[in-house]
Every structure is written in structure tokens, then in C-alpha cells.
């Protein structure tokens, strides 16, 4: 399971309904369960997050044999349910991601 940081400013994102909301306008067959949200879309082929104190986990399971024209629409798709859930976009995510890994 990955975990991202979540904005102050977005951490309102993380309560079942609202994160359920941002995942539908992304991806497809979403569900909201006890565990989290879950949904799909192209090379994805099952997402579940969930909040996680102040950050946001999400747990992928992908699918390495679609068409290069999915996997770039995921991987879209992916990095825009990130940034509106999480208020980072791609590049603050991962300077982020680095700095927690060196301390």
C-alpha cells in the first residue's frame, strides 16, 4: 500500500462520500465499503483507498497487458484523482515521497 500526504487544505477529501465522489469522476465501478473506496479503470484493475490519519493509502492492482493509448489514459486519470484528492499535483508528490524517504 502506498501512502500520499494530504494537503491541510484537502484533508476534508479523505471522509468516505467526498473521496467516493472524487474517485467516480475518474474511474468506474466505484464502491464504498468499510475498507475504503474501491473502483477501476483501464490498465487499473482495482483500486481501494482509504484514509489514513493525515494521509491518503491506496492499494493498486494493475494490469500490464492493455493497449500503450490505456495505460497512458490511466496513468492520467490516476495522477488527476491524486492531485484532487490529495491537493499535490505529480512532481510535489514525489518530492515529497523522496524527503520522507531520506529522513
Known sequence: MQHYPVRPSHRRNLDGPALE????????????DAEGVT???GAIERLQTRAEGKELGVELKMNPKVD???AHETIRRYNAFLEAATGYNSKERAKRLRKSAGE
Open 21 to 32: 465522489a472524487i474517485c467516480r469522476s475518474h474511474f468506474d465501478g466505484v464502491a464504498r
Open 39 to 41: 473502483g477501476k479503470w
Open 68 to 70: 500503450e493509448s490505456v
